[in-house]
Structure formats: C-alpha cells, structure tokens
C-alpha cells in the first residue's frame, strides 16, 4: 500500500503506483473488477514470447447492466507483437483492467501523466505507447469487468472530448518533429471524424423522425 500525500484522482494515483514499483511489468486492476485465476499467467506469457512489446491485453467479460455476459476482445488480432498505431488512434485497444505494462517502457512514454479533468487516461496512454512499441495480445477471457454508472467510461461525452484532445496533441507532436506518421495519423484521425459525424447526423435523422411521428 502506498500513501499520496495529497488526494490525488486515477491518473495520478497510478503514476504514483507506477514509480514505487520495481518489478519489470505493471499489471492493472480497479477495485470493482475481478482477475481470473490464470490472468497473470496468461499476460506474462504474451510479454516472454514478444520481449519488444510494451502493453499486453487479454478479453473481458463484462458484468452488470445491459451488457452482462458479453465479451470484450482486444481490437487487434491475437498472437505475434505488432503495430497498432492506427488502431490506436481510433479507439481504445481493449479493456484497461485486461493490460500488463513492461514498466521501462511505460516510463519512457511519461506514464498516464494527463490532468485530473482527463476522462480518458487509458486511451490517452495507449495512443502514446503505441506511437513508439508494438503491442501484443491474446483472446483468452481473464478479467470480469463491472459495468456501472459511476465509471469513467460512462460519461460518454466528456470522454469522447477528451480522446479527441489526446488525439490532436500527438498528431502536433509528429508534425512539429517532422515525423512521417503525422500524415498518416491527419489521414485516419479525418476518417473516424467523418465516421463520427456521419453516425451524430444520422442520429440526429432519426430523432427527428421519432419527435414527429411521436406528435
């Protein structure tokens, strides 16, 4: 147990976790999820058989609310390390609690380091990872992940704001350093855009349609 010395919100307690820490791979949990049995075993076996990555994830079954029971895979294919940057950019890799850290490279991409009024650290960390090391995963169910109201992740608005902020900071930070993935990056940040807004118009669309026919 670590004591803050002051209080501090999700990204910072995790930071502080992260620095007293010394073993080479930092494994997540919030308090209302459970691991299953074999969950670190699995995550490190995925970190040994691919020593370049810098982030493991596993599936999740959820549980509470209107999804109970449903699994969450990881958004990239199972098996060797690889490049996940646009996938990253698009949203989140998978479920946090699912995610095994290599704490070097954690560390060199500055932790979770985003302010309290952040509402989505972990995309805002995975982005940054995936920018700079392969990632890799396996489709096994190992975390039970708890749905409910108080979540982060259920204040959908704020968090769709927030990765948005996260998304333009690393693209400025690749046009300023002349890195070639900025176009890259401008070219799959205007698509889940236009995705976005095409599925808001829509919505909208139908609304209307729902107002009228309802009157």
Same mark, same amino acid.
């Given at each position: 147990?670590?004591?803050? @010395?002051?209080?501090?919100?999700?990204?910072? +307690?995790?930071?502080?976790?992260? +620095?007293?820490?010394?073993? !080479?791979?930092?494994?997540? #949990?919030?308090?209302?999820?459970?691991?299953?049995?074999?969950?670190?075993? *699995?995550?490190?076996?995925?970190?040994?058989?691919? @020593?370049?990555?810098?982030?493991?994830?596993?599936? +999740?079954?959820?549980?509470?609310?209107?999804?109970?029971?449903?699994?969450?895979?990881?958004?990239? @294919?199972?098996?060797?390390?690889?490049?996940?940057?646009?996938?990253?950019?698009?949203?989140?890799?998978?479920?946090?609690? *699912?995610?095994?850290?290599?704490?070097?490279?954690?560390?060199?991409?500055?932790?979770?380091?985003?302010?309290?009024?952040?509402?989505?650290?972990?995309?805002?960390?995975?982005?940054?990872?995936?920018?700079?090391?392969?990632?890799?995963?396996?489709?096994?169910?190992?975390?039970?992940?708890?749905?409910?109201?108080?979540?982060?992740?259920?204040?959908?608005?704020?968090?769709?704001? !927030? +990765?948005?902020?996260?998304?333009?900071?690393?693209?400025?930070?690749?046009?300023?350093?002349?890195?070639?993935?900025?176009?890259?990056?401008?070219?799959?940040?205007?698509?889940?855009?236009?995705?976005? #807004?095409?599925?808001?118009?829509?919505?909208?669309?139908?609304?209307?349609?729902?107002?009228?026919?309802?009157?």
């Amino acid at each position: 147990v670590v004591d803050a @010395p002051s209080k501090l919100y999700e990204a910072g +307690a995790r930071d502080l976790g992260i +620095a007293r820490a010394t073993g !080479d791979l930092i494994a997540t #949990m919030d308090a209302d999820d459970v691991w299953e049995p074999h969950h670190l075993a *699995t995550s490190v076996a995925i970190h040994e058989a691919n @020593p370049a990555i810098a982030c493991s994830f596993t599936a +999740a079954r959820f549980l509470g609310g209107p999804s109970d029971g449903r699994i969450q895979l990881p958004r990239f @294919p199972a098996g060797q390390a690889r490049d996940v940057f646009d996938e990253a950019l698009r949203a989140p890799l998978g479920i946090h609690p *699912t995610t095994v850290f290599n704490r070097a490279r954690l560390l060199d991409a500055g932790g979770y380091r985003v302010g309290n009024d952040h509402r989505a650290p972990d995309f805002d960390l995975f982005l940054r990872l995936a920018a700079r090391y392969p990632f890799a995963c396996a489709h096994a169910v190992t975390v039970r992940y708890r749905i409910h109201a108080a979540q982060l992740g259920a204040q959908s608005a704020l968090q769709y704001r !927030d +990765a948005w902020r996260s998304r333009r900071a690393l693209w400025d930070g690749l046009r300023q350093s002349g890195d070639r993935r900025a176009g890259r990056a401008a070219q799959v940040i205007r698509s889940e855009y236009r995705a976005r #807004m095409w599925a808001s118009l829509v919505a909208g669309v139908v609304d209307g349609l729902l107002e009228t026919w309802e009157h």
